[in-house]
């Protein structure tokens, strides 16, 4: 996909609203470059320095302006950043798009993951038609796995090694959610 993506802002359940990546939220992915995990799974880079922080933040922009994707910061109802949640294009010739989520540690337990993938599955079922919407989560992320349930996506199987996650190849559970007339 080459055509320029415009990010709305959505509103969430619980107060959470979604938007744009704005350099103001530097502090959020220092927090999450920190973290054990999201640098795994994610291109949060590990540790990183302000530069580097920015240059995230930037990748951001641009995932919009080539098409790849959507990806939203994830906003507390007191206004701070929280997290990220991304729907990701590339496979959406074959009618389906990825999903991606993380939420700073500081944040996590109050619901902000659930009510990220909830809006953005739903916008991107009913205002962009997308027909599947898929998710891979490691069997051991039972926090994700009961996001990804809450959300309504259903779990279709195990893929055995799927995905490289630090020096090792991984399990993931492959969820989806289907546009089915929401």
């Known amino acids: 996909m080459e055509q320029r993506l415009d990010v709305p802002e959505l509103d969430a359940r619980d107060g959470f609203t979604l938007r744009s990546w704005r350099l ?10 920190e973290d054990d995990y999201i640098p795994l799974i994610t291109t949060v880079p590990s540790s990183c320095t302000d530069a580097a922080g920015v240059a995230f933040i930037e990748r951001q922009w641009s995932r919009a302006t080539t098409g790849a994707g959507y990806t939203f910061v994830v906003v507390a109802a007191d206004g701070r ?3 990220q949640v991304g729907l990701w294009l590339k496979d959406l010739a074959q009618g389906r798009a990825s999903m991606g989520y993380w939420v700073a540690r500081s944040a996590r337990g109050r619901g902000a993951a659930a009510a990220a993938v909830d809006a953005v599955a739903h916008w991107a079922l009913r205002t962009l038609r997308i027909p ?7 069997p051991e992320n039972t926090a ?17 090694k799927w995905q490289q996650v630090g020096d090792e190849r991984r399990d993931m559970f492959m969820y989806a959610l289907l546009n089915d007339g929401l």
């Open 132 to 138: 599947r919407l898929e998710l891979w989560i490691e």
């Open 24 to 33: 103001s939220d530097l502090p959020l992915v220092l927090e999450a470059s």
């Open 144 to 160: 994700s796995v009961r996001t990804a349930e809450r959300a309504g996506f259903q779990r279709e199987g195990l893929l055995r």
């Open 81 to 83: 950043p929280v997290g």
